[in-house]
Structure formats: C-alpha cells, structure tokens
Nanobody
Framework: QVQLVESGGGLVQAGGSLRLSCAGS????????IGWFRQAPGKEREFVAA????????NYADSVKGRFTISRDNAENTAYLQMNNLKLEDTANYYC?????????????????WGKGTLVTVSS
C-alpha cells in the first residue's frame, strides 16, 4: 500500500502559477498510476490529470489542457502538478490518488489510495 501527502497549495492571483506535490510512502511508488483531482465548495470532485506508473502516458481534463502539467519522479517517490495561468475557477481542494491499475481506473476516481488534499485559492 502507499500513503499520499499533498503539498504546495496556497493563495495565488489569477494568471499566476503553483506547483503541487504528491509525496508517496513505500518502495513501490513507481508501481502506481497517479491522478490529481479537485473539489470546489458545493461541487463534485472532478478529474484533473493522471500519469501512468512509467511516466510515459498522461491524460488531462479539457479544462486544464495547455495550462497544467503532470509529472513524476519515481526516484523521489513524488508526483507533481504544475499549474500555470491559473483562473478563478481553479480554486478547489486538490487531491492526489494512486492505484496499481491504469489510467482508466484512476481517471474514473476508483483509486485505492487518496491523500487528504491541499487547498488552492485563486484570487482576482
């Protein structure tokens, strides 16, 4: 199993950037596909991005394509979400998720492991 801890959230002005980190425990982090999700107040959780265990395949929600980049460093047991050109509607709690299944499972929100989230607030 793996434990996930997100960090890097905060307050940023619209148009700014943040990089979120998802640190995983255990020696098998490289076996897990990682996904990022977000949940804004009063809204359902939504998929943001995912990266295959090998780092060779990524997938993004249409709302963040061209602005967000997911990556991972398996040697550091960490995945990242670089967020550029942030918009007011990006304000949410951001969660990372992990599963040994592929992108389809993670993207569907069916991961076995979840972090507790980090808050991103975008101001005007």
């Amino acid at each position: 199993q793996v434990q996930l801890v997100e960090s890097g959230g905060g307050l940023v002005q619209a148009g700014g950037s943040l990089r979120l980190s998802c640190a995983g425990s255990g020696r098998t982090f490289s076996s897990y596909t990682i996904g990022w999700f977000r949940q804004a107040p009063g809204k359902e959780r939504e998929f943001v991005a995912a990266i295959l265990w090998s780092g060779t395949i990524t997938n993004y929600a249409d709302s963040v394509k061209g602005r967000f980049t997911i990556s991972r460093d398996n040697a550091e047991n960490t995945a990242y979400l670089q967020m550029n050109n942030l918009k007011l509607e990006d304000t949410a709690n951001y969660y990372c998720a992990a599963d040994t299944e592929g992108l389809r499972t993670v993207k569907a929100g069916r991961s076995d492991y979840w972090g507790k989230g980090t808050l991103v607030t975008v101001s005007s």
